[in-house]
């Protein structure tokens, strides 16, 4: 099992920036491909981003596309979520997730952390 645990949310103007993290401990992290979701009030948990274990291989949702950034630091047992350009619509719990392969289905996910809120204001 992989213990992982968000940081870095917060209130945001839309336009705005902010970077989300998620550390890892338990497990070799290395292992394991990450992913991001988010969860807005009275919605489904909805993918976000994944990265596999060597970066090589990044998925995003078309709703982020070009404004979100997914990356990894398996020296620091990190994931971030760079996230450019926020609109009200990204206002959601975010969590990431560990899975034993890229995956945009939340199924595939086995582990998970307990979410950091972001709210972007209009």
């Known amino acids: 099992q992989v213990q992982l645990v968000e940081s870095g949310g917060g209130l945001v103007q839309a336009g705005g920036s902010l970077r989300l993290s998620c550390a890892a401990s338990g497990r070799t992290f290395s292992n394991y491909a990450m992913g991001w979701f988010r969860q807005a009030p009275g919605k489904e948990r909805e993918f976000v981003a994944a990265i596999s274990t060597d970066s090589i291989s990044t998925l995003y949702a078309d709703s982020v596309k070009g404004r979100f950034t997914i990356s990894r630091d398996n020296a620091k047992n990190t994931v971030y979520l760079q996230m450019n350009s926020l609109k009200p619509e990204d206002t959601a719990v975010y969590y990431c997730?560990?899975?034993?392969?890229?995956?945009?289905?939340?199924?595939?996910?086995?582990?998970w952390g307990q979410g950091t809120q972001v709210t972007v204001s209009s």
């Open positions: 997730a560990a899975s034993r392969f890229v995956a945009t289905i939340k199924n595939y996910y086995n582990d």
